[in-house]
């Protein structure tokens, strides 16, 4: 039981900290388990939406792994060094579509 | 808005995105475009300690995750976009950037060896734009073999958004393409 509470407690603090930050105006997150010969890859369509481009971000994580960060909307991609884990994609912009996938 | 008023206003706006509660006092370095912004945040997030690597990624260890928002808010804040480009797009705009689509990110991926399907119209790429807007980096086919240099280097070449000065006039597609070249 003991177990089970750190491993929920350290995994709610992980997504946590992978939803970061949470002001984005528009994110999502999820768990992603791959094949042993795949990679998490993570895309997303954003739009400025009402924002400025001064202070445009969209970002995919997944947790303890490489970052991707964009400073212009567009549809952007990228393929993370790891099989499974929490990711994420937030953007203080619109985001129009996004997700996690194995390839 | 007086300069001063945009910076402290903006750089507001990154410390609420990033959730810095007690954002350190960053001075400006230069004032950037759109598509400048990208290059300059990798060179800063290096001296941060948060080195870019050749896919465009930064790796962040669980517990550098604090630091890294940090370096964030101050790379951001050091190098804001021009005030005249920080303006939330109108129709005009969203005209603008189907022709910079057509005239120049398409073009530029198939130059690349990319195949991209006809995209929509004018009216429709317009109607589109606030639910779905049309990206052509989605047709982008690239091998799993170095993914993430090669489609780094494609959005470095083929820029997605139209930069700043196209998008609010200050410049043609033409004149952009040339002055970059130069």
């Known amino acids: ?103 | 808005m007086s300069v001063e008023e945009y910076v402290a206003e903006t750089q507001a706006s990154w410390a609420t995105y990033l959730k810095i509660e007690n954002p350190p006092a960053v001075e400006v370095i230069r004032f950037v475009d759109t598509d400048e912004v990208t290059l300059v945040f990798r060179e800063c997030m290096g001296e941060k300690g948060f080195p870019t690597d050749p896919g465009g990624g930064i790796n962040v260890p669980l517990e550098q995750q604090e630091p890294f928002e940090l370096a964030q808010y101050i790379c951001r804040s050091s190098y804001l976009v021009k005030q005249e480009y920080a303006k939330a797009p109108g129709p005009e705009q969203v005209a603008i950037q189907y022709d910079w689509t057509v005239q120049f990110v398409i073009p530029c991926l198939e130059e690349s060896g990319q195949h991209i399907p006809e995209p929509p119209s004018r009216a429709e790429f317009i109607d589109q734009w606030d639910s779905a807007p049309y990206w052509p980096f989605k047709h982008v086919v690239v091998a799993n073999e170095n993914f993430n240099e090669q489609w780094d280097a494609l959005e470095l070449k083929c820029v997605q958004s139209a930069p700043g000065a196209v998008l609010w006039g200050e410049m043609t597609i033409d004149e952009w393409v040339a002055q970059r070249s130069m």
Do not use: D
């Open chain 1, 1 to 103: 039981m003991k177990n089970t509470l750190v491993v929920f407690c350290a995994t709610f603090l992980s997504i946590g900290l992978l939803a970061s930050p949470a002001s984005a105006a528009g994110s999502t997150s999820g768990w992603k388990e791959c094949g042993a010969n795949q990679r998490i890859a993570i895309s997303s369509s954003t739009a400025l939406g009402g924002v400025s481009s001064s202070i445009f971000s969209v970002g995919h994580q997944v947790l303890g792994g490489n970052n991707f960060n964009w400073t212009t909307a567009g549809f952007h991609k990228a393929k993370h060094n790891k099989i499974q884990g929490n990711w994420a994609i937030s953007t203080n912009g619109t985001l129009n579509s996004g997700g996690a996938s194995c390839e």
